[in-house]
């Protein structure tokens, strides 16, 4: 979610959660980096070759 308030953030994932069964959110992210790579993920976010960059905290 980009260029939207931080009020619409929970409202954003309620809808991901609502239809976590049924839309490919997989195929949004571009790059996934585990928690100690935030560094990392933040200057991939800034390439063109990424479209959204996930930080997973509980990827090893």
């Known amino acids: 979610m980009t260029n939207h308030t931080h009020n619409k953030y929970k409202t954003v994932m309620e ?31 800034m390439t063109r070759e990424s479209m959204k960059v996930v930080i997973d905290p509980w990827m090893e």
């Open 15 to 45: 809808m991901m959660l609502r239809h976590k069964d049924t839309f490919p959110w997989e195929r949004l992210f571009s790059h996934h980096f585990p928690l100690a790579q935030a560094e990392e993920a933040v200057k991939a976010s």
